[in-house]
């Protein structure tokens, strides 16, 4: 509960001072205001702004270069700040990218960000489930979700009400911040959310609205602010500050200007480069030569989507049904970090190398004829003289995007698509891209131009509108304002027809009739291990005799443990090359030294586990691939192995080949280990732990902010994964009763195509044990089909190898279905 | 002050340079028996797995941690067909070594089908695909007469010019050509851009899956070539010739400098990461080391290796 005595005498949140550089970009410059307890704060900015590194410093994710944070009358040290202690002060964010792990349950969701409830018994799960159930039908009625179903199922809407519903049931909750929380919620989700957004103002909470639905933000919201270039440039009560005045302190002077440019007499149109229908546009659509077209609409309405078909229209490489292109395209990204900037380079090999990609493979490059050609390009865009030596990374934002203009200049295509390019610069860039723009038109370029920034549309001929993902409206220059566009957008969005982002978000979630087909799937590797079996035991009757059986799995064994390792590994988006080099070091160590010296033995093997599991953080604090760094240690294993005994020997401890003999109830050992070990990983992937790592398979960033350490999860993902090769090391010792240090390197592949065909998916977070079990024994009972069958072993091999390919075929083509 | 270590930097097979020489100096002080015919042997070996380890440049170079695992299944495979379809006659070798290198072309252009159109992680695509392999060599094993090496190739992989080996030419002239390939075309460039940058190559127009492709049938034909050559040098095929290849094609691409994750590679680094590899193995060797250390050593340094370059990786991701 709130904390009334303090909390009322002092605003829930006061910022002084905050400044947060990354090199030359100030995100946040100064920052300094409050927010009292019960108050509804709306957050408004263009992109680039600086409110999400504002919110990432709220939430403990940044910590600030400058200025102090205080909550509730308490001064906290910003450098000692952390998503931990925020959580704790009862400071809660809904984040803009959805910070759900997919392929974790409803209620998983709701434990892996607030643990430590629920008791230590198993009865923690109820508990969640209850948690989450209450608490989504507080907020949204009738919301028809499944708490018990994974995220992934659910549609866009439902999953951004979990979201908030996570954040909002929060007991302790003092300070809620929602980023852009409505942007898919349809009217009466979105009137729900302000309900609830409003009681918990009334309750004392202080709310932080961030949004770009600016009517939204009005209706919330008493207060607003509005941040530009990193600096709070408004901050005033919404009933005195009409929408466009919101407008003007969010874009500031440089669009200021644009509205005093003289409006252009429309364009000296040249041939069609363009032409549109079907999918994309409502009615068929052709762009000339000369013209700047500009892709409006709210954000996310389908502008970014079209422009990227655009691109892959021009460039010819995908047909892209409903787009015809005729001239050659360049794209400037705006999201210079993820899709523009080429990092080890500098600022001459990031500028050419859209004209290079465009050329033949093999034409002979001349660096000095190179840096020749991109002067004068550099020159048109102002990028200072002293700078084109530089490493891109040094440049600061501004100045990389006038390297990304001038690449798409040099490689003088007939097409300039623009995706937001002057997001996060300053105005003396932007001014400087205005003129380039203009002057690409006057060229007889044609400029398609995306813009986060509605007012930078006045600068276009004609204007699309996108809602979504169509084209529903053309507004021609003589009508062009920045009102018209804004309420022609939320006309659009508040006519609600519904379009392809609508019939996404329906067809997305698997309902009943693809649930099926998935649950199907599952049963895939059931249904192969007993055909399987059922094939040789109608080759031969003695197979299905408890001997018989007895004999097939214990030859399978060994490897259903590996593969149960090989599986927690995958399950963190990793692959294990040492796992099966690993069971083989276990089998020497238990066949030798735990033999003749049980306690040296014993030491020996947890040494080597710890060693095992050490590669595990090894490998998330520097960053390096998996592979290759488990590749390296399988040499390892090996070679100690192979060290301590060169030639196949030693002998099982005689408790270990006792226990290899143990029948319980006519069943024998080997059936018993198999069910024991699906029983144990079953249990170690549906317990809290489990949720943890297969959430850091499936979502790390978002697990981490949730306050778990990544290095911790990938300790124990090895060391888990140490320990059933160890398992498995031990049970060919048994089975064995002697060692062999290369008998495990077989295992490796193997365990990767039993996790494979047990349902896991390779890009981690769905691990499945039974399925993996039942994936181990049927490339273990493949060996011995063959052998039934009087095939050669000589086919073992490929006929693993392409059954791995041929499921992995299967899967690629139902996901493309789908 | 600063300079030099800026320059190592932006020259990072000089490490693997300074490798070299450091273990050659310490082996000639410490040892009699680290004789100048040993060097040639140690040139020799390093040749053999530069060529593989050249082609596995070019797969990691395509980035996101791709790395060709089916390079040792090729190399077998291709010694094999090599000594199986020449039967030891030069008249023979003008049919194998067309059909090595289809061998190698294909397999590189089946992983690429697998990584690209099926969007299987390269790993497993290149693993299974290399089990696939094992199997033909299995087989080809069962059909292996004689042991007859068709005298090319025979000169090729095994003999001297000036006290060099004639195979150290071969391998420094690869390099010499991977390495104007990857600088001073249009290709290398934009391999190295898809490496940094698949989304940013993609949008600044790059054919992704032609760039990828070819690097991964590079990759395949240099092991076919390899394979052919090895057979020669050691006189016949055998099962598990290529397994050493594994690692230690990857460990002197990674030692080399080029980086794991991609978007920079260096051939003649890969070529001195070679040389350092095998100079490491012959260390142990001469030190009396057996086999399963000399393999643990393997395995640390390149672990090692990996461990400190990851710092530079990670600078650049902020």
């Known amino acids: 509960m709130t904390h009334p005595a303090p909390g009322l005498a002092h605003p829930v949140l006061r910022l002084d001072g905050i400044s947060k550089a990354y090199g030359r970009t100030r995100a946040n410059q100064d920052l300094s205001f409050s927010v009292a307890a019960g108050e509804i704060v709306g957050l408004i900015g263009a992109n680039g702004a600086g409110k999400s590194t504002l919110m990432r410093i709220l939430s403990g994710i940044t910590l600030p270069d400058a200025g102090w944070l205080e909550i509730s009358g308490t001064a906290i040290d910003p450098r000692r700040f952390s998503p931990e202690r925020a959580r704790q002060i009862g400071i809660r964010i809904v984040h803009q990218e959805l910070s759900l792990c997919a392929s974790l349950t409803v209620a998983e969701n709701f434990y892996v960000e607030q643990p430590g409830q629920g008791g230590l018994g198993p009865t923690w799960r109820r508990h969640y489930e209850r948690l989450a159930e209450a608490s989504l039908a507080a907020i949204f009625p009738e919301n028809g979700i499944h708490v018990r179903r994974p995220v992934a199922t659910l549609s866009l809407p439902q999953r951004q009400m979990v979201e908030v519903a996570r954040a909002g049931v929060d007991p302790k909750l003092r300070l809620l911040i929602l980023d852009e929380p409505s942007s898919s919620l349809d009217m009466r ?104 077209i500009g892709l409006a609409g709210l954000e996310g309405s389908g502008q970014r989507e079209f422009l990227r078909a655009l691109q892959r229209a021009g460039a010819g490489s995908h047909s892209s049904a409903g787009i015809i292109c005729r001239g050659s395209v360049s794209f400037v990204a705006g999201d210079r970090a993820t899709e523009g900037v080429f990092p080890l380079w500098d600022v001459i090999a990031n ?101 986060s920034e509605t007012i930078e549309f006045l600068e276009c001929h004609r204007v699309v509108l996108f809602h979504e993902g169509v084209a529903r409206r053309v507004l021609n220059a003589s009508t062009l304002s920045e009102d018209a566009i804004i309420s022609a957008s939320f006309a659009e969005q508040d006519a609600g027809a519904p379009g392809r982002a609508a019939a996404k978000a329906r067809t997305s979630p698997p309902g009943s009739g693809p649930l099926s ?212 090391g031990l049970t060919m010792t048994a089975i064995n009763t002697a060692s062999d240090i290369n008998a495990g390197s077989s295992y490796t592949l193997l365990s990767v195509a039993a996790v494979v065909i047990g349902g896991s998916a390779l890009i981690g977070g769905r691990i499945a044990p039974v399925g993996v079990v039942c994936g181990a024994l049927s490339l273990s009972l493949i060996g011995s089909l063959l052998g039934f069958l009087g095939v050669s072993t000589d086919y073992d091999a490929a006929v693993q190898g392409g059954l791995l390919i041929a499921i992995l075929v299967l899967r690629a083509m139902e996901a493309r279905r789908a | 002050m600063r300079r030099p270590l800026v320059w190592l930097r932006m020259h990072r097979w000089s490490f693997s340079a300074i490798g070299i020489l450091l273990l050659w100096a310490m082996l000639s002080l410490a040892t009699a028996r680290f004789s100048l015919n040993s060097l040639s042997g140690v ?42 379809v020449s039967g030891g006659s030069n008249a023979g070798l003008f049919a194998a070594l067309p059909l090595v290198l289809a061998v190698g072309l294909a397999t590189g252009a089946i992983n690429a089908l697998l990584i690209l159109w099926l969007r299987i992680p390269a790993i497993i695509a290149t693993l299974a695909v290399g089990y696939v392999l094992d199997t033909a060599a299995l087989l080809a094993n069962r059909r292996f007469t004689t042991f007859a090496v068709s005298p090319i190739l025979r000169t090729l992989a095994s003999t001297h010019i000036a006290g060099v080996p004639m195979i150290l030419l071969l391998a420094g002239a690869l390099a010499a050509c991977s390495a104007a390939l990857i600088s001073r075309t249009s290709y290398g460039r934009t391999l190295m851009a898809l490496g940094q940058n698949e989304v940013a190559a993609s949008l600044a127009g790059a054919h992704v899956g032609r760039i990828t492709t070819i690097a991964f049938m590079l990759s395949g034909a240099l092991a076919a070539i390899d ?41 003649l680094g890969t070529l001195l990461g070679a040389v350092l590899l095998v100079l490491i193995v012959t260390t142990m060797q001469i030190a009396g080391l057996p086999g399963g250390v000399q393999d643990m050593v393997q395995g640390v340094v390149i672990i090692a290796v990996l461990a400190a370059a990851g710092a530079g990786l990670s600078r650049r991701s902020v």
């Open chain 2, 227 to 267: 394979g052919a050559l090895l057979s020669a040098h050691t006189g016949g095929a055998f099962l598990g010739m290529g397994r050493p290849y594994l690692l230690q094609s990857v460990g002197a691409v990674v030692v080399g400098g080029t980086l794991i994750f991609g978007g920079s590679a260096t051939a």
């Open chain 1, 517 to 728: 087909r998935d649950a199907l799937f599952a049963l895939v590797p059931f249904l192969t291990t007993a055909l399987i079996f059922v094939v040789i035991a109608a080759l031969n009757h003695n197979a299905a005799t408890m001997f018989g059986i007895d004999l097939l799995l214990s030859a399978a064994v060994p490897l259903v443990l590996v593969s149960l390792g090989q599986m927690f590994v995958v399950g963190g988006s990793e692959i294990d090359l040492g796992v099966g080099a690993f069971a083989g070091l276990a089998n020497v160590l238990s066949a030798t030294f735990l033999v003749s010296e049980p306690l040296l033995g014993v030491v020996t093997l947890l040494l080597a586990v710890g060693a095992y599991a050490a590669l595990g953080p090894l490998i998330q604090a520097r960053g390096i691939p998996a592979i290759v760094v488990t590749l390296g240690a399988s040499f390892v294993w090996a070679g100690v192995g192979y060290a301590l005994q060169p030639t196949p020997g030693g002998s099982a401890p005689g408790w270990l080949s006792a226990a290899s003999g143990v029948h319980l109830a006519a069943i024998p050992a080997s059936v018993l280990a198999v069910a024991l070990a699906a029983i144990l990983a079953a249990s170690l992937n549906a317990s809290r732990m489990g949720v943890v790592l297969r959430g850091f398979g499936a979502n790390p960033r978002a697990v981490a902010q949730c306050g778990w350490s990544p290095l911790a999860a990938s300790l124990l993902r090895y060391a888990i994964a140490g320990s059933f090769a160890l398992l498995a």
């Open chain 2, 43 to 84: 040139a020799s070996s390093a040749s053999f797995l530069a060529v593989a380890a050249i082609g596995q440049m070019f797969a990691v170079a395509t980035g996101g941690g791709n790395v060709d695992l089916s390079i040792p299944s090729v190399i077998t495979l291709s010694a094999f067909l090599t000594m199986i």
């Open chain 1, 189 to 292: 989700r979105s009137r729900e959310l302000q309900n609830f957004i409003a009681a918990r103002a009334a309750a004392g909470v202080a709310v932080i609205f961030i949004s770009h639905k600016l009517q939204e933000v009005a209706a919330v919201a008493k207060r607003v602010l509005v941040m530009r270039n990193g600096r709070l440039a408004l901050d005033g009560e919404t009933a005195a500050i009409a929408v466009p005045q919101m407008i003007a302190a969010m874009a500031g002077e440089a669009v200021q200007d644009l509205e005093q440019t003289q409006r252009k007499s429309g364009a000296s149109v040249g041939r069609v480069l363009v032409e549109t229908e079907g999918p994309w546009a409502r009615s068929p659509l052709a762009l000339h030569a000369g013209e700047i």
């Open chain 1, 351 to 451: 500028a050419t190398v859209g004209r290079i990609a465009a050329g033949p493979l093999l034409a002979w490059l001349r660096p000095m004829a190179e840096q020749s050609a991109a002067t004068p390009f550099l020159d048109a865009v102002r990028l200072p003289p002293e700078r084109r030596a530089s490493p891109i990374l040094e440049l600061s934002g501004g100045n990389q995007q006038k390297v990304l203009m001038a690449r798409a200049l040099i490689a003088a295509a007939d097409i300039l698509l623009l995706d937001d390019p002057t997001r996060g610069v300053d105005v003396a860039v932007k001014r400087d891209f205005y003129a380039l723009i203009r002057q690409a038109a006057e060229a007889g370029k044609l400029v398609i131009w995306y813009s």
